[in-house]
């Protein structure tokens, strides 16, 4: 009996030794593993450093006490962590370790700001917590040096190495100290971070309930404020951290390859006060397809772009090579659609709000840039924006083109200017009101549409405009105090041009062209040139002119219906002459008739014309039609100058014919 209880007490003590030497030589290795991770960061020269590394083998639990690090880059990085424990750990092969759970606690992070060392941001996360975790066993290998771009890019490359069901923090806080009297510095308050589905560098989710801040600002007429906000239900979907890695790998300089970031980030309502009474609101925001294009945006071009502390004004030629450098990022950006909704600000005339703002970016360009409903006011009143747009803007060029501008001693050359018109297809604009000087009475806009395009170096050689519209009439104005009197009390315009050269033929023709002015008449024309060479389109306004000696006149095509203009000028001509309205009809039509005369001898065709001009006027609601063709080749800059010295002789180059219809 005595010798199996023997037996018994020393195989027990046998195998609790050897499960203590067991769990004493795990715990060796582990904290042998993590001195080597802490070694890279002093290799580089930085400082690093932990406290006690414990292991329990029953529950299969690590913990490591107080791990600091400090990296060798200026501005520096310091990291510390007031402990780190990973329950149930398993290394299913040499290269992985897992765990089902790990927390870190009470994570410092602080950094300052280049080129402001004055500058620095920290962070205090006090819990952080990774579910079904699985990574490296060790770090994959020393950075290349100790520059911020090398840290993030090590950094990078360790997450893509990370698998994780979940990574959340109930709370992080972030403290912006600027160095400096106000304005500067603030705090930033996120609750509820977690990120979901995390594997192979990709984020499936990252989801944020809510941020607070408070930022030391500079308000109206140099006075401190203090400017707070509140941001919730932030969220991004399908990250892939490959893209913002190729912005830190040189190996990607010549790589034109869009990388997608986000699928979408999406916000909720963000409100921002001011201690002087601004008050903001965003009911919401949505980005879709965002997506980084590492040929146009290195990290190190981006650096280059903040100038240094105490840095002098840049010179034309610094200003040009940083515009370029901006237009080169517009470029590097792919943005699917961005819509911001339900913007609102208080401001002393009153409240300012906008419905919608979208956009797009690919390539440097802008496909369109639409705002909806916007609603404001001015001294003279309430305005408003249905909608206004800008069509296919051409960013990253509009930078390069506004360096030409950056030397106000040497303005660049006109055809240079006319540039910028390439870089916009066209202006949309739809239900604008808005104060009619001091009347009281709105302006209304109902649709505005210019488009240009097909150009020939700067100048458009298409064009295309549509305008409706309405305005009161002011009887202060001698021009429409006739049209007060006759009891219009506004003018109402529907008005489209279209223009359009064709090289093959050498065509230029004006079409549609029409005219329609509410309860006085509506009007349509087209005009045709022939012979039209290209040089006419030359910003040289000598090599333009001389170019357009070559042109000739076309067809001429004039339809015109009256719709109550003639009874006004009737009525006008009758409170003049003081005579009835019948006899001022009378007096006009015989005054028409009368030069028929003499355009019978210049132009015989010109007698039907004016016969019909007289018809025209002579019964109220008629339609006038005439129609111009030229008799032979007639030199369109000869014909203006004939218009301005003797009209008939000018008619006399054209074969007319007119009628008239109800």
Request: charged share 20%.
């Amino acid at each position: 009996m005595v010798k199996v209880l023997s037996g018994l007490v020393a195989a027990i003590v046998i195998a609790v030794g050897g499960f203590f030497g067991f769990q004493f030589y795990t715990q060796h290795r582990i904290a042998s593993e993590v001195d080597a991770a802490l070694e890279q960061v002093r290799a580089a020269g930085g400082k690093a450093s932990r406290g006690k590394v414990s292991f329990d083998l029953l529950s299969r639990t690590v913990t490591i006490a107080e791990i600091t690090a400090k990296s060798a880059a200026q501005p520096p990085i310091s990291v510390k962590i007031g402990s780190l424990t990973a329950s149930g750990v398993s290394q299913p092969d040499a290269a992985r370790v897992s765990a089902e759970s790990i927390e870190i606690a009470d994570v410092e992070i602080s950094a300052a700001m280049a080129p402001q060392p004055a500058l620095s941001l920290a962070y205090k996360v006090p819990r952080i917590i990774l579910k079904d975790y699985s990574g490296p066993a060790s770090l994959q290998g020393p950075q290349a040096s100790s520059s911020f771009a090398d840290v993030y890019r090590s950094v990078l490359a360790q997450f893509a190495g990370v698998a994780a069901t979940s990574i959340s923090a109930p709370s992080l806080t972030a403290t912006i100290n600027s160095g400096v009297a106000t304005p500067g510095g603030g705090e930033v308050a996120y609750t509820g971070l977690a990120m979901q589905g995390i594997k192979d560098g990709k984020v499936a989710s990252t989801k944020i309930d809510g941020v607070v801040f408070t930022v030391n600002a500079q308000g109206a007429g140099g006075k401190p404020d203090k400017l707070t906000g509140n941001l919730a239900n932030i969220a991004g979907y399908d990250i892939d951290t490959a893209a913002v890695a190729a912005l830190f790998d040189p190996q990607k300089a010549s790589d034109d390859k869009y990388y997608r970031t986000y699928r979408q980030i999406t916000t909720g309502p963000y409100v921002v006060t001011s201690g002087q009474g601004l008050n903001m609101r965003i009911d919401g925001m949505t980005i879709d397809d965002v997506g980084l294009r590492p040929s146009r945006m290195q990290l190190a071009d981006l650096l280059a772009m903040i100038p240094p502390p105490g840095a002098a004004p840049p010179t034309p030629v610094q200003a040009r090579a940083m515009l370029e450098k901006v237009a080169k990022v517009y470029e590097g950006l792919r943005i699917g659609n961005a819509e911001m909704t339900g913007f609102a600000v208080e401001t002393p005339q009153g409240p300012f709000k906008l419905s919608a703002m979208r956009f797009n970016l690919d390539s440097g360009k802008v496909n369109e840039f639409a705002i909806e409903g916007l609603d404001g006011r001015t001294p003279q009143g309430p305005f408003k924006v249905g909608r206004f747009a800008l069509k296919s803007l051409d960013v990253a060029n509009l930078m390069r083109m506004s360096a030409l501008f950056s030397n106000p001693s040497q303005q660049p050359p006109p055809d240079q200017a006319l540039g910028m018109l390439a870089l916009i297809e066209g202006v949309e604009l739809k239900a604008l009101a808005a104060p009619f000087k001091d009347t009281g009475r709105p302006v209304n806009i109902d649709a505005f549409n210019l488009d240009w395009g097909n150009f020939i170096g700067p100048i458009p050689s298409k064009l295309r405009l549509a305008l409706k519209m309405a305005a009161p009439l002011d009887a202060r104005d001698p021009g429409q105090k006739v049209l007060v009197t006759a009891g219009l009390d506004k003018a109402a315009i529907d008005f489209d041009l279209g223009a359009a050269w064709t090289e093959a033929s050498r065509a230029f023709a004006l079409e549609p062209v029409t005219l329609d002015v509410g309860g006085i008449a509506k009007a349509s024309l087209r005009v045709s040139l022939a012979n039209v060479p290209r040089g006419v389109f030359s910003p040289n306004a000598v090599q333009a002119a001389t170019m357009a000696g070559q042109i000739e006149a076309g067809t001429i095509d004039l339809t015109l219906r009256d719709t109550g203009g003639i009874d006004l000028a009737v009525a006008q001509y009758a409170r003049l002459q003081n005579v009835s309205r019948e006899a001022a009809r009378s007096a006009i039509v015989e005054g028409i008739r009368s030069g028929s005369e003499q355009a019978a001898a210049t132009n015989p065709d010109a007698v039907a014309a004016v016969q019909a001009v007289a018809r025209f006027v002579e019964t109220p609601g008629q339609t006038l039609n005439i129609k111009l063709t030229p008799l032979g080749k007639v030199p369109a800059m000869q014909l203006m100058q004939l218009l301005k010295t003797d009209p008939m002789v000018a008619l006399a180059q054209f074969r007319i014919e007119a009628s008239t219809g109800l």
